[in-house]
């Protein structure tokens, strides 16, 4: 069974740090894109962070531009979301994903359509 699990969520407070990880099982996640969202009641989920299978291209939204980084060591099959400055805006369910798909070998990919596991998502609440 495929699985992506998320964990290191939690409650902080604004300007503190959180790292999320993503451990992968199942099959072998090691050659596939990655990336990370997030959503909050309501809304789409938004585009975080991605990264190409070994990590030679990433890409962030610019609103985490400079505050997030995004890593993984594929000999653990795990991914992380290092978050830094956090802000109450960055409240939301955060969700690993990866990627299959051809387009995403070599350059991060933004579009959530692009990938097609997913993990059940881990919360962070940004206390102000």
């Known amino acids: 069974q495929v699985q992506l699990v998320e964990s290191g969520g939690g409650l902080v407070q604004a300007k503190n740090s959180l790292r999320l990880s993503c451990a992968a099982s199942g099959r072998t996640f090691n050659n596939d894109a990655m990336g990370w969202f997030r959503q909050t009641p309501g809304k789409e989920r938004d585009f975080v962070a991605a990264s190409t299978y070994a990590g030679g291209s990433t890409t962030y939204a610019d609103s985490v531009r400079g505050r997030f980084i995004i890593s993984r060591d594929n000999g653990k099959s795990t991914m992380y979301l290092q978050m830094n400055s956090l802000e109450p805006e960055d409240t939301g369910v955060y969700y690993c994903?990866?990627?299959?798909?051809?387009?995403?070998?070599?350059?991060?990919?933004?579009?959530?359509?692009?990938?097609?596991?997913w993990g059940q998502g881990t919360q962070v609440t940004v206390a102000s």
């Open positions: 994903a990866a990627s299959t798909d051809e387009a995403c070998t070599y350059r991060a990919c933004r579009a959530a359509s692009l990938y097609n596991y």
